[in-house]
């Protein structure tokens, strides 16, 4: 069942803001074009990560691995009204599991490895996930939950030929989940459609060709790694080469050794290597952004290395705005703004909703267009999050600058650390359970690395290492325990009663 309105299918078409790609019929062209030629690699660190072999497959291999996987999937009874949910590491079995779940015409629900039975236990229920792929001694699924393995039954497990599916782009292909601001993440199911009109701006930003060597360090759980590299690769035939965890030796040695050309980074490690002398190899565009991008790096990066960094603002709902060097040229230019995009439509609304049309005047924007999503899976989301108008409330703030869109600021507490979101209501309502917490505020703190950590601000006597580990009891992912405590005597508030988070920020 398709996620959009036969208007809004039949009109994008017509306007060619969409076509009738699938995921799989992008993986099927590059197999016809280059079997031959290199498609995927695994990270350096796979024996840390999988207890399989380091894999180097070609277009042809990868498609016959996909082909066998998808085979067990469906003797396993998955069908095309299933999800199954993932939970790998970067690697090849993570592109693999995910491309043959597509080719069933199943629905994809990737996780990040950090999450464990506390997430679990609340996600896979929600989307009623059928199946659940992991690493061999990964035993975080809730009880009942059927369970195939890596590195276990999925490794050369064989089955009959799945029957041959037809899939329509605008049926569901994923199910990402967002953390926002509130303390239950949100479901973002997408089909087709909205994925590859994000593909398209990722793959057209960077001008990404065949030719390329794509480095992925970022969890292909979200818009990031899958908009950003796992789509455009599929697009393009470029070669994709795995990274996970994040590691800067590791990173760099294998922008050197495997000749990578693109590839994302955060913006304050970019900020870190800005001045260090770097083996770059054949590298010359690095992606990077959920965050104002300082002019002064994205400059230095041109003159110094003559790498143009490419600025990215996006969500999992479906902002995707990117700015390139051939859209602006000036490197500046590109660290402050974005183009003015004509699709998606876009408009700027004051607190009242009433829409902004004059310069300088920062607003909320709003998104219609083929890359937004078509609403949040039911029962995770308590408000609708378009407007009267059928346009996607971002949260995010931002102003017009001649025929530009100018970042203001993130309207929503999200604290991204290593590319991952952390809720701070999620973690505010955990700590606040704790007998000597009297009240508790958790925000973000800068990192040179990882772009942001945690920092917990709480009126009581409690130490940080009780505080952590009263967390880990409750089976919280490790990347969102606190790494700093405040103790104050009470939290600053606003005569509403609103806790000034911007105050707790300072001096952090």
């Not at 604290?415 to 809720?423: E, L, S």
Request: charged letters at 20%.
């Amino acid at each position: 069942m398709s996620l959009h309105s036969p208007e809004r299918i039949a009109t994008y078409l017509a306007n060619g803001w969409w076509t009738r790609d699938t995921i799989d019929a992008l993986l099927q062209t590059q197999v016809q074009a280059r079997p031959g030629a290199p498609a995927i690699v695994d990270p350096l660190n796979k024996a840390d990560l999988l207890p399989t072999p380091h894999k180097r497959l070609t277009w042809a291999e990868l498609d016959a691995e996909v082909s066998r996987v998808a085979n067990v999937l469906h003797a396993e009874g998955i069908t095309p009204a299933d999800v199954v949910a993932v939970q790998l590491p970067n690697s090849v079995e993570l592109a693999v599991t995910f491309l043959a779940v597509v080719r069933l015409g199943a629905t994809v629900m990737p996780f990040p490895v950090q999450y464990r039975e506390y997430e679990l236990a609340q996600l896979l229920p929600l989307a009623q996930a059928g199946l659940f792929v992991a690493a061999k001694g990964n035993d975080r699924a809730p009880q009942g939950t059927r369970v195939l393995q890596w590195g276990g039954d999925l490794d050369t497990a064989t089955a009959d030929p799945a029957p041959p599916y037809q899939a329509d782009p605008g049926d569901r292909v994923t199910i990402c989940w967002t953390s926002g601001t509130e303390a239950t993440p949100k479901g973002v199911p997408r089909c087709h459609y909205d994925w590859l009109a994000v593909e398209a701006n990722c793959t057209a930003a960077p001008a990404l060709t065949g030719d390329d060597v794509i480095l992925n360090p970022f969890p292909m759980v979200n818009m990031a790694g899958i908009g950003g590299v796992f789509l455009p690769w599929l697009r393009t035939g470029a070669v994709l080469v795995q990274h996970h965890p994040f590691d800067l030796p590791s990173y760099l040695r294998q922008i050197a050794e495997e000749g990578v050309t693109y590839t994302l980074a955060p913006p304050a490690l970019l900020t870190m290597l800005l001045t260090q002398e770097l083996d770059l190899g054949r590298l010359t565009r690095i992606g990077s952004g959920s965050a104002p991008l300082p002019p002064s790096m994205v400059k230095g990066w041109q003159e110094r290395h003559g790498i143009a960094i490419i600025n990215f603002f996006g969500s999992n709902e479906g902002i995707a705005l990117l700015s390139g060097p051939e859209q602006m040229p000036d490197p500046e230019d590109r660290a402050r703004f974005f183009p003015r995009p004509d699709v998606p439509r876009v408009k700027l609304v004051d607190p009242e909703g009433k829409e902004i049309t004059e310069e300088g005047v920062p607003g909320e924007l709003r998104l219609l267009g083929p890359t937004v999503f078509a609403g949040y899976l039911a029962g995770t989301a308590a408000a609708d999050p378009f407007d009267e108008d059928g346009y996607l409330k971002t949260g995010d703030v931002f102003q017009y600058v001649g025929e530009h869109l100018q970042y203001v600021d993130r309207a929503k507490d999200l604290i991204i650390r290593g590319g991952m979101n952390i809720a701070p209501a999620e973690l505010e309502a955990l700590i606040q359970a704790h007998p000597a917490v009297a009240e508790v505020a958790v925000v973000g703190y800068p990192d040179e690395v990882l772009g942001e950590r945690v920092c917990a601000v709480v009126a009581g006597e409690v130490t940080l290492e009780e505080l952590v580990e009263f967390l880990r009891g409750k089976g919280i992912a490790s990347y969102k325990l606190p790494e700093r405590l405040r103790q104050v005597e009470a939290l600053p508030r606003n005569p509403l009663g609103k806790i000034l988070k911007r105050t707790l920020k300072e001096g952090l």
